[in-house]
């Protein structure tokens, strides 16, 4: 291989390797939805509270039978929710214009929170609409629920061992199956407060039943935006917090939220390495540097004392010459003078 | 108190442990054969108690004196931490083991833990980054502390190829550990609409990591001092000397983050302008925890590490892990589902409290046996300086 071809193939798979693929869950990006989603349009103020949808539900999803029979319009009395046993409840409000009544299931969001916080992967969000949710991988932790701002998958806590996380699937797999040509609940509806289609048809369908009856709705789609937008859609006469539905969820998806959390991941791993490797190596070298200087120290203090050691030692050697040289002298003058005295004593005697 | 064999077995410290550890193991049956629904007093609304609370994100952020007081030693050149470091260390893999071991209580399919990091990777999943991050800490710190178990076997072979690998485990645990602490508060940003505004805030994963450094550090100084009556003969005279040193310099380092985290806390109260809350009950009780058991403990701190005052700081540490689980329980409990009637709010079975008392009870009766047997708070005579 020549060397220019080398460096031209060396550009290109640099070139791949920067624009390969988008890092998803960082991007901004917005997902509007499968084009030809479905989903469902439920109208508060067709709604007979006749629990029709109720009974059809747990026949087509083969639940257990109720404590309480379907046509026991008592239990509407008390506010319910979800459970593992009942994939939708209607709930009855009392509402400025009498009773108002609101059917409670998955809402089956465009980008859905449970879906997004499954560290298992056991939500799928399918070209249907549909959110549907696979037993085989999950492992239980219940985060799904605490996401859902609709507070709709239930848990089957009872069960010691294998329990499944439970909520509508839209029909999905009786529809998928050709079982059912639409879902249980909506076939069921005596009333047509329930209607199945693609979504963007059904908010045509909202649109126009409010501006023919201004004053018999509220001016808003439920769903249309919240949380990002859900396939399950409501219209109401009653405010929607009136009939249970809060307005405080704001319009922006979960995946959104936690994109932010999730994007620096990739920064503190890059990140962290090298500013700590930066410290523990200026820790290193400040411990080098100031073992050198220790070492310089000593070494000039070593060479400082055996300097002062020499000096002194030359100066008691000049002193013991001195010293022998003045006993010497001290020698001879005593020996001078005894010979001095003894000639005296000679000359005397 | 240690279990010598010339002792008698049945001290009054024993017997509690015998007792919690009995009631557990009840518990535990029931859990496994009558479901959580027979244990807990969790519900569709309520899927997360104190078993996530407590064991899971107090567990974690108590356990952080790992990182802090190993970055502390072998990364920003304090030394004379070093006697500190393996006590924190021991105590930081019991507390994270401890946490992957309470998960098999909590979860509904404990046998499929290992799933989202082999089976099925959510990687959008905050949670799916804790569980990784937790995952390969464990393992980490597993590693950080197997020279004082080779030194214990004698094995000094492996002993010194594993202290080679001190600086890379040290960085690579401060990594996981920035990561899985701050994705623990991460959590809950995707539920706004649950959790009162005075606790929910975008900056939940900076606020549960700045948290962690004083509660790390804090649980590092009420271990030195919980631990030094009953094994007092085990200290050497390093680790006797060094003490007063490091719960002085471990003062200092909480008081600075414990101000740190108060500020990061008035950021995000201002951030999304949640000032009219403080004058509603809910306010009274989220001033109670930044003023009482934030902003006072970083002063009592900063008295403490000024004046020498070990006794007081002492104090301070237990003062400031009171305030780490009031913060833990406030954002996943206390505050979550807020707008719920009282009837539908979740308080915890006796049970579960039995089950998180003898998971720290687990915990502390492996603390005692290995600090009674391996070089936990002295050097291995054969391997004085060696590091």
């Known amino acids: 291989m020549k060397r220019r071809q080398f460096l031209g193939l060396l550009g290109a798979a640099g070139i791949t390797a920067t624009l390969g693929t988008k890092a998803q869950a960082a991007t901004g990006h917005t997902f509007d939805g499968y084009p030809d989603a479905k989903g469902v349009l439920f109208d508060s103020t067709r709604c007979i509270g006749c629990r029709k949808c109720e009974a059809a539900c747990n026949k087509v999803n083969k639940l257990p039978a109720p404590a309480k029979p379907f046509d026991d319009l008592k239990v509407m009395d008390k506010e319910r929710r979800t459970t593992a046993v009942a994939y939708t409840v209607v709930n009855k409000y009392a509402g400025k214009k009498g009773p108002a009544y609101r059917k409670l299931q998955c809402n089956h969001c465009q980008e859905p929170a449970c879906a997004s916080v499954c560290f298992v992967k056991a939500f799928t969000k399918n070209p249907d609409g549909s959110v549907t949710y696979d037993a085989s991988v999950c492992v239980g932790c219940r985060y799904c629920m605490v996401a859902c701002p609709f507070n709709v998958p239930a848990y089957e806590y009872n069960d010691p061992l294998t329990p499944r996380v439970m909520k509508c699937t839209l029909c999905h797999p009786q529809i998928a199956s050709g079982e059912l040509t639409a879902p249980g609940c909506v076939s069921a509806c005596p009333k047509e407060a329930l209607v199945y289609g693609k979504r963007k048809d059904l908010v045509e369908i909202a649109r126009a039943r409010i501006k023919r009856n201004p004053e018999r709705y509220q001016d808003h789609l439920y769903g249309e935006q919240e949380m990002g937008g859900t396939n399950w859609m409501y219209l109401s006469g009653e405010t929607f917090p009136t009939i249970g539905l809060r307005e405080d969820l704001g319009t922006t998806s979960v995946p959104t939220m936690t994109s932010g959390a999730l994007s620096v991941v990739p920064m503190v791993a890059a990140l962290w390495p090298a500013l700590l490797g930066g410290v523990w190596a200026m820790n290193k070298r400040k411990d080098k540097v100031a073992e050198e200087e220790q070492k310089a120290a000593v070494k000039a203090a070593k060479a400082e004392v055996r300097a002062e050691a020499a000096a002194k030692l030359a100066k008691e050697l000049d002193k013991a010459e001195k010293d022998k040289a003045q006993a010497i002298e001290r020698e001879v003058k005593r020996a001078l003078e005894e010979a001095a005295a003894a000639k005296k004593d000679e000359e005397g005697a | ?387």
């Not at chain 2, 859990?31 to 996530?52: A, E, H, S």
Request: net charge neutral.
């Open chain 2, 1 to 387: 108190m240690t279990t010598e064999n010339n002792k008698t077995l049945f001290t009054p410290v024993n017997i509690i442990t015998g007792i919690f550890l009995a009631i557990g193991l009840v518990i535990t049956v029931l859990r496994f054969t009558k479901g959580l629904g027979g244990v807990t007093n969790l519900d569709d609304n309520n899927p997360w108690g104190i078993w996530i609370s407590f064991d899971l994100l107090c567990g974690v952020a108590l356990a952080a004196g790992g990182y802090t007081t190993s970055s502390a030693c072998y990364l920003f050149g304090l030394k004379k931490y070093h006697s500190a470091v393996r006590p924190a260390i021991l105590t930081a893999f019991l507390g994270y083991a401890l946490v992957v071991f309470a998960l098999h209580y909590d979860v509904g399919r404990p046998y499929r833990l290992p799933y989202p990091i082999f089976v099925s990777p959510g990687t959008t999943s905050l949670l799916y980054e804790v569980g990784l991050c937790v995952f390969l800490y464990v393992t980490v710190l597993a590693i950080e502390f197997t020279p004082a178990l080779f030194e214990w076997l004698g094995m000094k072979g492996l002993r010194d190829k594993v202290m080679k690998l001190t600086l890379a485990l040290t960085v690579f645990g401060v990594i996981l550990s920035t990561l899985h602490q701050s994705s623990l508060g991460a959590l809950f940003v995707a539920v706004p609409s649950k959790i009162h505004p005075l606790w929910y805030s975008p900056y939940l994963a900076v606020l549960f990591f700045v948290s962690s450094i004083p509660a790390g550090l804090s649980m590092v100084i009420l271990e030195g001092t919980l631990a030094h009556k009953p094994w007092h003969h085990m200290m050497d005279a390093t680790y006797q000397e060094e003490h007063d040193g490091v719960i002085l310099g471990f003062a200092r380092g909480a008081s600075m983050s414990l101000a740190a985290y108060f500020c990061v806390k008035l950021v995000a109260l201002a951030y999304d302008n949640n000032w009219s809350y403080l004058a509603t009950g809910w306010g009274a009780w989220y001033l109670l925890e930044v003023l009482g058991f934030v902003a006072l403990p970083s002063l009592l701190y900063a008295i403490g590490s000024r004046e020498k005052n070990i006794t007081l700081i002492k104090w301070t540490s237990g003062l400031t892990v009171l305030g780490i689980i009031l913060n833990r329980f406030n954002v996943s409990i206390v505050a979550f589902n807020y707008n719920l009637p009282s009837s539908q709010r979740y308080f915890p079975s006796w049970m579960e409290i039995g089950i998180s008392i003898f998971v720290v009870t687990v915990g502390v009766t492996a603390y005692r046996l290995i600090v009674s047997r391996m070089p936990i708070f002295f050097e291995h005579p054969e391997y004085k300086d060696a590091h």
